[in-house]
């Protein structure tokens, strides 16, 4: 079984705290455990780091890495690329990697808020969906072409299904 290294910025957890009572850092470890089982990553250290910015700093963050001038909800930044964590479990026998570490994930609470209300989904939801979000990116994953889009969007769905944010009734 994976031993999971998350740093969380504590303005997450705090913020879920007081908005919906609720501490999400077992949700991050599942959303992460599900995730690396589905692209079978076992028995493997893995490390990502999960933080929050405003509406000005992840603006900023998105022009400058992403070239897109204007702020976004969340931004995945993988230390591999699909192909590589797609190998990776090969990898992983071959080289005898102590650590992997997958990238970071950068949240947006201003967005967050927005696309809660926008959305009628709820904060909760929301913060555990743009983690969710993340780490698949971060796991290679993508939505630029249908197919992927509908892969991504499966496991989302079962992720958030798992802890019990899932699919939201209009």
Known sequence: MNNINIDLDEVLVEYIKEKCDRDITLDIDTIV????????IEN?????SISAVDKEKIHKINKEYRNVDRPTDVLSFPIFSRDEINSFSTLEDEKKVRELELGDIIICVDILEEHAIEYKTGILREMLYMITHGVCHLLGYDHEVEEEKKE?????????NKIGVGQINE
């Open 44 to 48: 493997q250290n893995v490390s990502i």
């Open 152 to 160: 991504m969007r499966a496991l989302e769905e079962k992720i958030l």
């Open 33 to 40: 455990k599900m995730a690396l089982y589905e692209k079978q």
